[in-house]
């Protein structure tokens, strides 16, 4: 924060968002297994919902009781992992049988049903269990069930999300060559499922998918939280940035190989596929965040139209032809949703329409979106259905576009605004939802943009008008001019070729511009490719991995221009063409991308100093003619249930094959069915139930080198019994007392970037 005076705006944010921690923080929920203790009421909420039409009279009852419950505990298995299937069978066969037969679950003197899956989620993939996440947390009879969710979820095998935020995602039928774009993507769950299905389909030669997922956040901090979410997926097709939704840049990448090279002709990225989650109220979560009951009023979603507007709008403009684009907000109410996407619509009509989505995800219960509806002031004091009903003291907080848009003869246009869904909680015990989804069938017209602008400057009235982002309060200033905030990257082509201006003529200055301002700059590693300065790394690399020629070296970068890499990164072709074109240099402020497939180690150790990622070794494993080592399930296990393991447990054959092998990094693979022939370490064909665990020669010794929650992980799937699975921990400290079991092991940290001769210790019976 800086250091000048705060206005009165900010603090009363400060304020809320200090008791709304105070409200939720662990203190409380010691005291109370949920929000049993929190208000759930609020009259203005209740009178808003009852008289605006929003929900049903003969429904009121059951939405407004099932508002006030809290929201059962959701999670879906990640589809693309290619253990998958093996998850999901793991969960129906054992984990969800001992939950619900060995320890039942008794809340409140009621015996809860076991999880059961998502009717409409497609392959069984995501469940629901009647618990909510305090509760699954604190009782006992959930512990190991808990412990196993958190553990999956670290791992990237499973996702905890709530079960109406997995909708856009689905919606929007992600292929691998696609080019995504999540405008407001933190914290990241949507993201993931994106990502998760750009993958979905690839086959499994360990080929990248062709498309990118380019996540974006205004946030700076809240960026890293999406860098959490998608480095679990382990892609090299997903970029974290970091810009102001309402104005993101125009992108460019070189339109063929040649172009590449020379620099000399580039190609603005247009997305096929879009997502707008846009800031928004947020009176769809009261179940999950009960502090909303004390806060709520008409005039916050009053105050995001606009912001939600622009964020639509440009998702509009960057969205190729034939694309598809989904709007939803976690807000039930119209001025944030039906509002938004009738406005965009209207200033648009021969370029954008809402798909009919009627037949998708059956099984989901939803109602339609509202063709009519009113708007009220802060005070709920009046209930307007016409702009021209509005008083000119109140036209600076409500704007005419919060209306369903009329024709120049005060008719109201029809744009199909039924094709939206609503969910209300009480249909599925969920919370409430919005979304909409939107084709782009030709390019955006010329007078179409004109009178979107025209629109925009007369709705605002000249006036002041402060808007929230993600919890940041924004002040649009009418002194502003086209020229001052119109940038020559913010433009949209037409369907002539000219070039107009896009809806940014009436936008703020950026969010990362106005944080350079003020002294708040985050200033982010840069992204470098291998030079080739740098080849002889890579050389060394292929010669002690042996790497095929068919490996797209040009794709790996490292984050540091110091001669010493500590970490070499992997990225698809499309991130590697949008990262190295000069016209992205000034305009993209990357946070994160590219997976990780080698981190430096000791180069006393071996002959490279570069040993192979947990992270990466997905992306690398089917590449190496090198250093691998393909070994029995039982070898496997051993190698994963302790941190040290003794050579007295692991087959002959494989303690042969090892003397055959230099000190170093190595993958060792094996088969969920046991399938591989492990009998040697010829280049096989892998299928889906393939694991794949990085290990370390040492001197007289092998072990797995990855960490212990991916262990656990790994050893569910080989069939381990859950009690059985514990991980032997020592430290240096017990070594030099002695270890009487005639073993040799290995001592380093999960941690430690390297491993040293220092950290091989030989225990012998002489």
């Known amino acids: 924060r800086g250091r000048g005076k705060k206005n009165k705006s900010n603090n009363q944010l400060d304020k809320t968002w200090v008791e709304t921690r105070s409200l939720t923080d662990n203190s409380y929920h010691e005291k109370s297994s949920g929000y049993k203790d929190l208000p759930t009421t609020n009259p203005s909420f209740e009178r808003y919902y009852r008289e605006s039409g929003v929900v049903k009279l003969e429904e009121w009852d059951s939405f407004l009781a099932t508002c006030r419950q809290g929201l059962p505990s959701c999670f879906r298995i990640t589809g693309s992992k290619r253990n998958a299937d093996a998850v999901l069978q793991f969960l129906e066969n054992r984990k969800f049988f001992e939950l619900s037969l060995t320890a039942p679950v008794i809340v409140d003197g009621t015996e809860v049903a076991p999880p059961s899956p998502l009717p409409w989620y497609p392959r069984r993939l995501a469940w629901k269990m009647n618990l ?9 009879n959930c512990e190991d069930f808990h412990k196993f969710l958190v553990n999956e979820n670290i791992c990237g095998s499973i996702s905890r999300q709530e079960e109406v935020s997995m909708i856009p995602p689905l919606l ?19 993201t993931a499922q994106l990502v998760e299905f750009l993958h979905c389909n690839n086959d499994l030669s360990g080929r990248p998918p062709e498309g990118v997922v380019i996540a974006n956040d205004v946030m700076n901090q809240r960026c890293y939280i999406m860098v959490h979410q998608t480095k679990r997926l382990q892609s090299p097709a997903v970029m974290i940035v970091n810009h102001d939704a309402r104005c993101f840049p125009n992108l460019y990448y070189p339109e063929s190989i040649e172009d590449a090279s020379s620099g000399s002709s580039v190609k603005q990225l247009r997305y096929d596929r879009v997502l707008c989650d846009v800031p928004c109220s947020g009176d769809g979560t009261l179940r999950k965040n009960p502090a909303i009951w004390r806060t709520w009023s008409p005039s916050t979603a009053n105050g995001l139209h606009v912001t939600q507007y622009k964020i639509l709008q440009r998702g509009v403009e960057l969205m190729d032809v034939g694309g598809l684009l989904v709007y939803s907000t976690c807000s039930m109410n119209p001025v944030e949703n039906e509002a938004v996407v009738a406005s965009v619509l209207a200033c648009n009509p021969e370029s954008i329409h809402l798909v009919d989505i009627d037949d998708k995800l059956n099984g989901l219960k939803r109602s339609q979106g509202l063709k009519q509806w009113s708007v009220t002031n802060k005070k709920l004091s009046n209930f307007y259905t016409n702009f021209n009903d509005v008083p000119k003291s109140e036209r600076n907080s409500i704007a005419s576009t919060m209306f369903p848009p009329q024709d120049e003869n005060g008719d109201l246009i029809d744009c199909k605004l039924e094709r939206c869904w609503r969910i209300f909680p009480h249909y599925q015990d969920t919370g409430g939802f919005f979304i909409a989804l939107i084709t782009k069938t030709a390019p955006l017209s010329k007078n ?4 979107r602008n025209k629109s925009k400057r007369d709705q605002i009235q000249n006036s002041d008008v402060i808007n929230e982002i993600d919890g940041e309060l924004v002040e649009t200033k009418k002194s502003l001019t086209d020229e001052q ?97 000069q016209d992205n240099v000034d305009r993209l402020k990357v946070v994160n991308t590219g997976v990780n497939i080698w981190s430096r180690s000791s180069p006393s150790e071996d002959s490279i100093g570069f040993r192979v990622v947990q992270e990466g070794v997905y992306s690398i494993f089917q590449y190496l003619t090198k250093r691998i080592l393909n070994i029995s399930k039982s070898d496997m296990i051993v190698m994963l249930r302790t941190q040290f393991p003794s050579t007295n447990d692991l087959s002959e054959s494989l303690l042969e094959r090892i003397k055959t092998i230099d000190r170093g990094s190595l993958v060792m ?37 990855t960490n212990n929650d991916e262990r656990k992980s790994i050893l569910r799937l080989l069939g381990v019994e859950i009690d059985e699975i514990r991980m032997g921990f020592i430290n240096k400290q017990t070594v030099k007392d002695g270890v009487a079991d005639g073993s040799e092991i290995i001592i380093d940290t999960e941690t430690d970037p390297g491993i040293c001769d220092k950290d091989v210790i030989e225990l012998s019976d002489e």
């Not at 996440?133 to 009782?139: A, F, I, P, T």
């Not at 992600?174 to 949507?190: N, Q, R």
């Not at 107009?500 to 106005?514: F, G, L, W």
């Open 132 to 140: 909510g996440r305090h509760v699954l947390k604190k009782n006992k």
């Open 172 to 190: 929007l039928d992600v292929e691998p060559w696609h080019k995504v774009l999540d405008l407001c993507a933190a914290p990241g769950s949507k």
């Open 448 to 451: 179409g943009t004109k009178d």
């Open 485 to 581: 905030v119109i940038k020559e990257s913010d433009t949209i082509e037409t369907d002539k070729g000219s070039e107009v201006a896009s809806s940014t003529s009436d936008q703020i200055e950026p969010v990362a511009k106005r944080m350079r301002n003020s002294g708040r700059v985050f200033k982010e590693d840069p992204f470098i490719f291998m030079s080739e300065k740098e080849r002889d790394i890579w050389t060394r690399l292929v010669k002690f991995y042996g790497i095929r020629e068919t490996y797209p070296s040009e794709q790996l970068l490292t984050r540091s221009d110091s001669t010493k890499k500590r970490k070499i990164y992997f990225v698809n072709k499309l991130i590697h063409d949008i990262l190295s074109c």
């Open 669 to 705: 693979i094996c088969n969920i069915d046991d399938t591989i022939d492990y009998s040697s370490d010829e280049s096989v064909e892998y299928g889906d139930g393939v694991v794949a665990v990085c290990g370390w020669r040492g001197q007289v010794t092998l072990r797995a080198y």
